[in-house]
C-alpha cells in the first residue's frame, strides 16, 4: 500500500531563518505531489506541485520555493522565513491529475 | 472566489443519516465533484468522488443533481469519529492539478 511521510510534525523558527520540509511517498512510482498551505481557520491553499522529477508548478507567488530532487521525495523550502508563513503545511500525492489527492499528517510551522 | 458553497456548520445524532449539502452552480462539464473531511490537526482524508452519476463507497454515497449545480454526501450511520471538517471541491483549470479548498462544513455528531 502507499504512505506518505512528512517531518516534523511541529517545528518553530525564527524571522529570517531558512526552513526546509520534506515529504516522501512510499509504495508508488512517478506521483503527482502537492503542497499545500493551511492558514488558521481557513481552507487548504495549493502551494506547488509536480508532475515529476525537477518540474515544479508554483499556484501563488510567495516567499516559499519547492523542489523535487526524486521520484518520490518533494521538499519545500525558504531562504528567509516571514511572520506570515506560519501555518499548517500538507504534503499530498495522486496517481495523476485528476485522481483523489492523499495528504499526508502535515507539519505545523510557527514562526516567532 | 470560491468555487462551491457548504453551510458553516451541521449537528447530527450518532446513528442517523448525515446529508451534508454543497453548490457549485459554475461546474464546467469535465469537472469532478470531490469530497474530503479534516479531523483537527489531521490531513484530510478522502472520501469520494464523481463526476455526473451517483457513487456509493465503503464510506459515503455522493449524490450529483442532474444538472450538476449541486451535490449531496451522506454519512449513512454516523458516528462519533465522522465529528471533522467536510470539504467540497470542484477541480478546476484545465490541468486538473489546481484544488480550492474552502472553508467547508463543521460536522458535529452528538452522542
Known amino acids: 500500500s502507499q504512505t506518505i511521510h512528512q517531518w516534523p510534525a511541529t517545528l518553530v523558527q525564527p524571522v529570517g531563518s531558512p526552513l526546509s520540509l520534506e515529504c516522501t511517498v512510499e509504495?508508488?512510482?512517478?506521483?503527482?505531489l502537492y503542497w499545500y498551505r493551511q492558514a488558521a481557520g481557513r481552507g487548504l491553499q495549493l502551494l506547488f506541485y509536480?508532475?515529476?522529477?525537477?518540474?515544479i508548478s508554483s499556484e501563488v507567488p510567495q516567499n516559499l520555493s519547492a523542489s523535487r530532487p526524486q521520484d518520490r521525495q518533494f521538499i519545500l523550502s525558504s531562504k528567509k522565513l516571514l511572520l506570515s508563513d506560519s501555518g499548517f503545511y500538507l504534503c499530498?500525492?495522486?496517481?495523476?491529475?485528476?485522481?483523489?489527492?492523499?495528504f499526508g499528517d502535515g507539519t505545523r510551522l510557527s514562526i516567532l | 472566489d470560491a468555487k462551491t458553497t457548504q453551510p458553516t456548520s451541521m449537528d447530527c445524532a450518532e446513528g442517523r443519516a448525515a446529508n451534508l449539502p454543497c453548490n457549485h452552480s459554475t461546474i464546467s462539464g469535465n469537472e469532478y465533484v470531490y469530497w474530503y473531511r479534516q479531523i483537527h490537526s489531521q490531513g484530510p482524508q478522502y472520501i469520494i468522488h464523481g463526476l455526473k452519476n451517483n457513487e456509493t463507497n465503503e464510506m459515503a454515497s455522493l449524490i450529483i443533481t442532474e444538472d450538476r449545480k449541486s451535490s449531496t454526501l451522506i454519512l449513512p450511520h454516523a458516528t462519533l469519529r465522522d465529528t471533522a471538517v467536510y470539504y467540497c471541491i470542484v477541480r478546476v483549470g484545465n490541468t486538473g492539478n489546481q484544488f480550492y479548498f474552502g472553508t467547508g462544513t463543521s460536522l458535529t455528531v452528538i452522542p
Open positions: 509536480s508532475v515529476g522529477i525537477g518540474q
Open positions: 509504495g508508488t512510482s512517478n506521483p503527482n
Open positions: 499530498a500525492w495522486s496517481y495523476g491529475t485528476f485522481q483523489p489527492q492523499h
